[in-house]
């Protein structure tokens, strides 16, 4: 009796181990749908796991050196391109741009030269007039023909100096602009790595990181025979933890490269986020048909 009632135990815990192996395999599998097997003869690929990310993040940088003045924003903060971030000390390029500017509007020098044209061409006329009747020495006419020329050679230096000016203006305009930071792209503030009174150089320009948001990029590393079928643009169902509804993604990326250690291609796809439903960061898996 007692020899029959071990049989039965021990039956009864083999029976257990292989009820519990096979849940197993029938969850990692994909339940019954999974027992199909496509044309390639692998198995059926479903629920690959995978992430969210940001679908870019910016280190904005400052194209000038100096002391940041101020930051206009703060972590968190949603902004749009072209929004002013923050800014540097600007004083001295503010002075420089003021005499630019006053260099460029005066007109003194250039009238002064083009009254002395007109004197000097006035001159010439008189004498080459005198000289067609008989009453200027042809040496005088020559020298004033070239005292004329002289003239008109210093409007023409004033006139390239107003330019030149013009130019030096735009240029300290230019540099003066570049103290101040914009967001390149619309998308949220996440991390402030310059606060007022410290230095950026051009070793180390990174003032703000910048994330888009609208848009994510989800990435998984799928078997390498099913992600041969996987082509950039191709619609792929992504679905999140419940509630959450199954979303589109649109494949990006196929990387041409396939991990030797783990037999996986890197593959990313595009998730429109416009609505802000999702975080950067979350669980997510792919879901691929046979």
Known sequence: MTHFCHKLVTGRSRFLDLLAASL????VCGASADDRQPADGLPFAAGIPG???????VHVACAESGIVAAVAVRVGQRVQAG?????????????LLELAEHQTRAEGRLEATLAEARLR?????????????????????????????????????????????ALEFR???AQLDNRTIRAPLSGVLTEILKRPGEFVSYNDPNVLVLVELDRLLATFYVPAPRAVALTPGRKLPIRFAPP??????????????????SGTVRVQLVL???????RAGERCSLELSP
């Open 51 to 57: 992430y969210t990310e940001p679908y870019r993040r």
């Open 272 to 278: 429109d986020n416009s609505d802000g439903g999702h």
């Open 83 to 95: 929004d002013v971030l923050a800014t540097l000390e600007s004083t001295e390029q503010q002075a």
């Open 24 to 27: 197993v395999l029938w969850f």
């Open 121 to 165: 061409q006035s001159r010439l006329d008189n004498l080459s007039e005198l000289a067609s009747q008989g009453y200027a020495n042809p040496e005088e006419v020559y020298r004033a023909r070239m005292e004329s020329e002289v003239a008109d050679a210093h409007v023409r230096a004033a006139r390239e100096e107003r330019v030149a000016r």
């Open 171 to 173: 240029k300290i305009q």
């Open 244 to 261: 959450a509804a199954p979303m589109e993604g649109t494949v990006e990326v196929v990387s041409p490269v396939t991990d030797a250690e």
